[in-house]
């Protein structure tokens, strides 16, 4: 095989892992703290992607000389539109149904219809897009017959930078601290004085955020559609369960993973039997091993 063709591979599957990254981390938070199967993690994707694209006309309409740099204030908007959709879903909705599994995926389900129809009747059911700004355009040649899109290397740059952020918040903080406590032992961190309440709540809410940078990501490789976050949700609870629920560093190793995998059966054969080839191989992995390959060790 062309070395060239290689590398060219390994970049695109590095960054289809971006996305499912972005996704998966957002998942992987909400379903190791609360045990929650949001089945509308995908809309709140779609979310952010239709808020990118509110300010990309909201730009180009308003503030011409500035549109180059949108995306900036784009993906910050899209974190925090949905960051303050996922407070409220869960202070309203999502709450309801703690400690009830089936109700909570049958619930989330028809949440995701809802906003669908949603999007639908704002945006309509045909495809949206945003426009290229002009320094993403084209390819970086670090060799001659290799290219490398920059659109996709700004993918990659900015997953890296939340994959960053998130640990930091998790790990380097109070609040980090307090998660990891409830995520481990919801009783006994009740017991010490944590509210539980409200570090669901922002948790979920941060998951939510997450899911919406993806959306903003998402315009910049492909255009919008009320369905948007379906195509991603399936492939995100399989990154997730596959890395082990309670592992960040889990969830970005399966998300790697599953997307060098897909991509490279891509190559060999067609884009469907590739995702089929690989649920299967994940199906038996996790037969093996039930908890997750990276899944991390604690007491029982």
């Known amino acids: 095989m062309?070395?060239?063709?290689?590398?060219?591979?390994?970049f695109g599957g590095i960054s289809f892992f971006a996305i499912l990254f972005l996704m998966g981390i957002g998942l992987a938070i909400v379903f190791g703290l609360m045990g929650v199967i949001n089945m509308a993690h995908g809309e709140l994707m779609a979310m952010g992607a239709y808020t990118t694209y509110l300010v990309s006309i909201f730009f180009h309409n308003h503030i011409p000389q500035l549109e180059s740099f949108y995306l900036f204030f784009a993906i910050g908007l899209a974190f925090l539109v949905t960051f303050a959709a996922g407070y409220a879903l869960e202070r309203g909705f999502i709450r309801w149904f703690y400690n009830r599994p089936l109700d909570t995926l049958l619930a989330t389900w028809g949440l995701s219809l809802i906003l669908q129809q949603l999007y639908r009747s704002v945006f309509g059911a045909q495809e949206v897009s945003v426009p290229m700004t002009h320094w993403l355009a084209g390819a970086w040649e670090p060799a001659a017959g290799v290219q490398l899109p920059?659109?996709?290397?700004?993918?990659?740059?900015?997953?890296?930078c939340v994959a960053v952020?998130?640990?930091?918040?998790?790990?380097?903080?109070?609040?980090?601290?307090?998660?990891?406590?409830?995520?481990?032992?919801?009783?006994?961190?009740?017991?010490?004085?944590i509210d539980t309440n409200r570090v669901d709540a922002l948790t979920f809410s941060l998951g939510a955020g997450l899911a919406g940078i993806s959306g903003s990501v998402f315009t910049m490789?492909?255009?919008?559609?009320?369905?948007?976050?379906?195509?991603?949700?399936?492939d995100s609870f399989i990154v997730v369960v596959f890395g082990g629920i309670q592992s960040l560093i889990g969830t970005a190793l399966s998300a790697f993973t599953i997307a060098q995998g897909q991509t490279a059966f891509e190559y060999m054969m067609s884009g469907s039997m590739a995702k089929v080839t690989m649920l299967i191989l994940v199906i038996v992995a996790l037969y093996f091993r039930p908890q997750g390959l990276?899944?991390?060790?604690?007491?029982?």
Do not use: D, H
Not at 150 to 160: A, D, E, K, M, Q
């Open 2 to 10: 062309n070395l060239n063709l290689v590398v060219m591979e390994l």
């Open 221 to 234: 490789i492909g255009s919008t559609n009320p369905g948007t976050g379906q195509l991603y949700i399936v």
């Open 150 to 160: 920059l659109n996709r290397l700004f993918i990659i740059v900015l997953t890296l």
């Open 294 to 300: 990276f899944s991390s060790k604690v007491r029982s």
């Open 165 to 193: 952020g998130v640990y930091c918040l998790l790990y380097r903080t109070r609040w980090g601290l307090r998660v990891r406590a409830v995520m481990q032992n919801r009783p006994m961190a009740s017991a010490v004085g």
